[in-house]
């Protein structure tokens, strides 16, 4: 049987770092207020003019192809889960290939917010089982300077920008790659957590935006409550489904919206923050970026046969969990 395995991981980050002290000096908060209500030391921002997603997408991407060596004519597919688009079109996705002279690549865009980049790994997924690709290449990248507000402190301490690439290739090798996911999305969230213009219900207009509302809009608390609750519950979930207990676990790497809510999720389940992978001290929340930028991070310390579990949850409330048996020791990687 054919399955899908990650076998190799790219990361980019902005050289451009934005610390707690800039932003104090911007507006009316502290490093002391920041790191003990989300755990955010900076944050990485693509400041260059003319620079978008694509950017930063097709670094990652780059890095990936030149790690693993792979053929850039065997890529088949380029999936791209960001919520900061170059354009409303063409894709992202499209920009990259272009790049990156895939030759033989189609590629599209996939929309879940912070749950964007589990969903594309699970499309992919798919994509290799049902034998249609052999090789997709999958990013999560998001511009979120782009659109935030840095005169609401709630929310400008919170975003970096980054991306993060995976090569997800067929095997069949057994017991290995990809074993489960658990995915529900709740339309419910769209008060809490959203953009308030800019799409087809309310367009950009000279209104809208001298009322800027072209930036995100979140109610923090309803937020967090609901993203502790389903990240907890769907790892649980995962495990009762293939007979697990926590103890099985190898790592658990979560989305990095929240120092506070990766330790809540983390206490949920039952597991010791030794067996999760945070860093989003140095970067903050890349939105979709932010696993495969945990996993880049972490790339040394996972082994071969690793039991490692994906969960997130974003606007929208998209939220899930995934369940892979990592494919290589990382530490055996440049």
């Known amino acids: 049987m054919v399955n899908a395995i990650i076998s ?11 610390t707690n002290e800039e932003l104090a000096r911007m507006v009316d908060t ?24 694509s950017y930063m ?63 594309a790994l699970e499309l992919a997924t ?32 919170l975003f970096g920008d980054g991306a993060g690439a995976v090569l997800l290739e067929a ?18 969230g769209l008060p809490f957590l959203h953009m308030k213009a800019g799409g087809s219900v309310c367009p950009p207009s000279h209104f809208t935006v001298s009322h800027r509302l072209h930036y995100v809009y979140q109610e923090g608390r309803t937020v967090f409550r609901y993203a502790v ?13 293939n007979g697990m207990t926590k103890d099985d676990i190898d790592w658990v790497i979560p989305h990095e919206a929240n120092y506070r809510i990766i330790e809540a999720v983390a206490k949920r389940v039952n597991l010791p923050m030794e067996r999760i992978v945070v860093n989003i001290e140095r970067y903050g929340n890349t939105s979709g970026a932010t696993i495969p930028l945990a996993i880049w991070d972490h790339e ?34 440049n």
């Not at 190799?8 to 934005?18: A, S, T």
């Not at 994509?127 to 709630?154: F, L, W």
């Open 8 to 18: 190799g991981v790219g990361g980019y980050v902005p050289d451009y770092v934005l």
């Open 30 to 53: 502290s490093d002391e207020w920041i790191m003990s209500r989300v755990g955010i030391k900076e944050r990485h921002i693509l400041t260059e003019e003319g620079l978008g997603t």
């Open 57 to 119: 997408a097709r670094k990652a991407a780059k890095q990936l192809m030149q790690k693993t060596g792979v053929d850039p004519d065997s890529i088949d597919a380029v999936l791209l889960a960001t919520t900061t688009p170059d354009y409303k079109f063409p894709s992202t996705a499209s920009v990259v290939i272009g790049k990156l002279n895939l030759k033989n690549a189609f590629g599209m865009d996939l929309s879940a917010a912070c749950a964007g980049f589990m969903y």
């Open 126 to 157: 798919s994509m290799i089982r049902c034998g249609r690709c052999k090789k997709v290449i999958v990013i999560g990248a998001d511009k979120m300077s782009s659109m935030v507000d840095y005169t609401d402190r709630q929310t400008c301490v």
């Open 171 to 188: 095997t069949e090798e057994e017991n290995i790659g990809a074993q489960d996911a658990f995915f529900r999305t709740d339309g419910k």
């Open 229 to 241: 609750t389903s990240m907890g519950d769907d790892v649980m979930e995962v495990l009762k489904r």
């Open 300 to 333: 040394a310390q996972l082994k071969k046969g690793d039991n490692i579990i994906f969960t997130a949850f974003g606007a929208g409330f998209a939220h899930g969990a995934s369940y892979f048996k990592w494919a290589y020791d990382g530490s055996n990687e």
